[in-house]
């Protein structure tokens, strides 16, 4: 982007005081503020009307005039549908409570639809058990979006064919194979043989139904004792019918069945209800022409994709794919980045404890490939603003640190980790030292050294921090943009 394009931006901006970047460059624009607006209405007409055809510079000015998107794209997303017999049975065990061992404690309690099912609050772990008085171990991930969620797998296919059943072989074979760059905007030039895909944060499962017997029956969670005391509860619930009209009254016979069955309900409640991916985000809206951004926002965006700053797009994808499915926010594949250990968990009061995501504790499959220890999946970013609990261990609480993380790690670590008893500083802290190559610093912003210049200024992060909410559920959007977009 060139000086000419930055000055054009803030003339008409809505919201120019809340970026002192574009505040900056608007005392500096004097002169040729109207003209660039009235040329501005001229071309955004031609270039929204016809953005097939708009040169790429035209649109850029009008992206940065407007705030409007020059290239509208047309989302695909899934069809709506009244839920289905089965994940209506599913819902009703979603919000459960009786299901649990302490009688108070559902799905919901640590995946609230308020909150992007995910935790209703800042807890870096949610309180579980019987009594509910034991830690868990990471924070609960938010279930949106999860029906596009590939299999785990380790290599270059992204792994629909691929049997999970031969991991270990395809680590070993993996594991000479230099790791292709992570640049937003360019594809990777090798083949990324990284594992990638799955469910938890260690991908440790692969379908939503083999996933939700695991809180059910996980001590410092719901607190089952076995599977036969989740039958037991189930057969004698309120919805016990629906049990009976969907696969007959032989299920009650078979506790292991009616469980399976069970989970497989949850599984379809969170498939076909459109509250898990509603796609109503306001970057969505604008993709489809249909919202515009402020100047802040497009600033964010920017920046987010640009390479050279904070290449957030190198992993959270930002665009929409070729058949028109809205961008996930996650090349859904794991990373090293060194996140500082949390010592509000109790289990890092052991000072061997260490949660090295792929290769364990929680994970038991793959723990002898070192190469993946302190591996965790790159998580999706939409709603991600509304969270209060950040990383696999939940050590951040604001969006605030997670960019100073993420610009200051090895710039200015004492900034980032704390001091042992002799005042150095314990950088990388959370993964034992025989481990710490494997941490990414080589993709932006990591790739910078030690006293080098941060990759994003205050403002930077603050217009980044207000594109990651445009990408909050729940935008209205502008309907008179709407009617403008009308097909021709
Ligand atoms: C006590 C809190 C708690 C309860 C109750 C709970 N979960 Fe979770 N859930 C978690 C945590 C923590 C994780 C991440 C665990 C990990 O990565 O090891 C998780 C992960 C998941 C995931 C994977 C998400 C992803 O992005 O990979 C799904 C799906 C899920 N839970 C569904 C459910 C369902 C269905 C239920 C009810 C049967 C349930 N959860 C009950 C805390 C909870
Ligand atoms: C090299 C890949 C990579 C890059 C580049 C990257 N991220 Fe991440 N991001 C990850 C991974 C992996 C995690 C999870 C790490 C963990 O918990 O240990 C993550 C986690 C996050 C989280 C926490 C989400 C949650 O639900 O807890 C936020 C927010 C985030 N990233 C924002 C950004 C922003 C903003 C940028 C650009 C400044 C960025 N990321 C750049 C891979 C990346």
Known sequence: MNESQNAAVSAPSADASSSGAANRRARRL????????????GLSVWALSAPDQTPAPVGKMVEQLTGANPNPVHLVRPAAAPLSAMAQLGKQIFYDQTLSGSGKMSCASCHSAEHAYGPPNGLPVQMGGPSLTLQGDRPPPSLMYLYRQPNFSIGPDQGDTEEAANLTQAATAASGVARAQKTAGVAPAAPAMVPQGGLFWDGRVDTLQAQAIGPMLNPTEMANPSLEAIAGKLSHSSYRAAFAQLFGQAIFDNPKMLVSEAMFAVARYQFEDVSFHPYTSKYDYWLEGKARLTQAELHGLQLFNDPQKANCAGCHLSKPGKDGLPPMFTDYQYE?????????????????????GICGPYRTDLSKQTQYCGMFLTPTLRNSSTRKVFFHNGVYHTLDEVMAFYNLRDIDPAKIYPRDAHGKVTKYNDLPARYRANIDKSDAPFDRKFGDKPSMTDDDIRDIIAFMKTLNDGYQPDPKMALDQKPQ
């Open 30 to 41: 004097v002169s040729g503020a109207l003209a660039a607006m009235c040329a501005a209405a």
């Open 336 to 356: 090293a980045l060194g996140v500082p250990r949390n010592t509000a968990l109790a289990a890092t009061k052991n000072p061997k404890y260490y949660d090295m």
